[in-house]
């Protein structure tokens, strides 16, 4: 993903941040989020204590929201039911929910237990320290069953529950989706006085649809073929471009394909950025006298570009395709571990991998108090 700078003749100040992604089709496309390395764990065998139940609202409204506190054994609330669809979770462990003490906790649902429903990742970090002030929030689709959530920090694992989610008022066969979803277009850059974008444009596309759901968004760009749309992409070639959109639904439908044109003027000259960012990784954990990991290592990366600034930060584990950086994440798997990452800037230089090897050995949880 790109972020154009629109600064003017404002001096690029050096950024340095934790990079989070754009959400190019709001709280209807599903999202994951990789909880990776995550340790099979025990079923759940009753709810957290203080859980409150969710309402029966429709699917494309649901809001399920977990609360956490000082408390290591249970989460504060925590829903139990919901309709299968799309759904936003939200996870908060701030002063608000009772935590005094800064502590963090995770609300990770379990993709290892082929005993609960596998198809949701989600690893959400928070402490009422952190960039959001510890509430977090992701867009899911659900599906019928039982998932099981708890908290990777260690000594926080009894921390758990499930959440059933069932088929809601149209599981049953109700009418049928005949409408094509919405989708609308916003660009963004630096403008002259003439409305054109100087050096580039920015183009982002929203869907939505209240029906069965948003399934995909295609564009193309001039005379090119539609290619899928995941994220705003950036036009810098001067000239007029002609971007034509389209979006597709889960029952099939698809939109009337829409067309916008946006002029694109040459920027000052002498400001190009030809240097990739900086990246950088911090393993932190309980070690042994040897220096692997005892349970878990924690893994947080770090990228700066004085220039355009970062766009984006990927990072893969060991053989794995390589997935966007948002949070810190937790390594449990027992062994050695590689860790591989880059960083892309505004412009789109990208660094060269680098990659950080750490082991990891059994060992008791440490206690939290």
């Given amino acids: 993903m790109k972020h154009t700078s629109t600064d003017g003749d404002t001096a690029p100040q050096p950024r340095r941040t934790r990079v989070r992604g754009w959400r190019p089709l709001a709280a209807l496309l599903t999202v994951s989020l990789a909880g990776l390395g995550l340790a099979t764990l025990p079923a759940a065998q009753a709810q957290p204590s203080g859980q409150s139940a969710v309402a029966d609202e429709p699917a494309e409204d649901q809001v399920l929201t977990w609360t956490a506190d000082n408390d290591l054994d249970s989460y504060e609330t925590a829903p139990v039911e919901a309709v299968a669809g799309p759904a936003t979770l939200v996870f908060e462990n701030s002063e608000a929910t009772g935590n005094t003490t800064g502590m963090a906790h995770t609300l990770t649902f379990d993709v290892s237990n082929s005993d609960y429903n596998n198809d949701v990742r989600v690893n959400l970090l928070a402490n009422p320290n952190d960039a959001k002030g510890g509430k977090h929030e992701i867009d899911v689709e659900l599906t019928p069953g039982t998932y099981r959530y708890f908290c ?38 630096e403008q002259n006085e003439d409305g054109a974008y100087v050096g580039s444009a920015t183009v982002a596309l929203t869907a939505t649809d209240d ?64 240097t990739a960012p900086e990246v950088t990784a911090e393993v932190t954990g309980e070690q042994d006298a040897d220096g692997a990991y005892v349970a878990m290592a924690t893994v947080e990366l770090t990228a700066t570009d004085e220039e355009s600034g970062v766009a984006n930060v990927e990072y893969a584990l060991g053989d794995g ?5 948002t949070d ?19 412009a789109g230089n990208v660094s060269e991998d680098a990659t950080t090897t750490f082991t990891v050995v059994e060992g008791e949880m440490p206690s939290h108090h």
Wanted: net charge negative.
């Fill in 152 to 189: 990777t920090i260690p000594g926080h694992l009894a921390m758990q529950g499930t959440l059933v989610v069932t088929e809601g008022d149209d599981g049953g066969g109700g009418e049928e989706d005949t409408t094509a979803p919405e989708v609308t277009h916003e660009i963004t850059g």
């Fill in 211 to 274: 029906d069965s759901g948003v399934e995909s968004v295609d564009y193309a760009v001039g005379a090119t073929v539609f290619q899928p749309y995941e994220e705003p992409f950036v036009l810098d070639e001067p000239g007029t471009h002609r971007v034509t959109y389209r979006a597709t639904d889960v029952a099939g439908n698809v939109s009337t394909s829409q067309m916008t044109y946006i002029d694109v003027v040459e920027g000052p000259p002498g400001e190009e950025d030809t």
């Fill in 328 to 346: 810190p994440f937790m390594v449990h798997d027992l062994g050695e571990t590689t860790v591989t990452y880059r960083a892309t800037d505004a």
């Fill in 321 to 325: 395709e390589f997935t966007e950086y």
